[in-house]
């Protein structure tokens, strides 16, 4: 059975940092593009940031570029959100997605599995 369980979202203030896990069980960490997105009420869940396989290639949605970073530990089965210079726009449900063909892409059907989401509220 395949599982990805987010951590580290919580409360910060404006121009603060979190940096959010996913740690994946149940599946060949290293063959899969990992995903990130988000969502608040009322609204589509949206695309944060995506890396493919090979933990190099890397995309952003534009509101997050130059200030999160993707990346994957494969030893470690752990995909990682940091995210710095936090905007109270950034406030949602973070979710972290999988993908087994590998391909590092923005759409959300893309992805086969995905985590419960944790909470990110930047308050201003």
């Known amino acids: 059975q395949v599982q990805l369980v987010e951590s580290g979202g919580g409360l910060v203030q404006d121009g603060g940092s979190l940096r959010l896990s996913c740690t994946a069980s149940?599946?060949?960490?290293?063959?899969?593009?990992m995903g990130w997105f988000r969502q608040t009420p009322g609204k589509e869940r949206e695309f944060v940031a995506t890396?493919?396989?090979?933990?190099?290639?890397?995309f952003y949605a534009d509101s997050a570029k130059g200030r999160f970073t993707i990346s994957k530990d494969n030893a470690k089965n752990t995909a990682y959100l940091q995210m710095n210079s936090l905007k109270p726009e950034d406030t949602a449900v973070y979710y972290c997605?999988?993908?087994?063909?590998?391909?590092?892409?923005?759409?959300?059907?893309?992805?086969?599995?995905w985590g419960q989401g944790t909470q990110v509220t930047v308050s201003s």
């Open positions: 997605a999988a993908d087994r063909l590998g391909r590092g892409s923005s759409r959300i059907n893309d992805y086969e599995y």
């Open positions: 149940g599946l060949t960490f290293s063959n899969y593009a």
């Open positions: 890396i493919r396989w090979t933990g190099i290639t890397t």
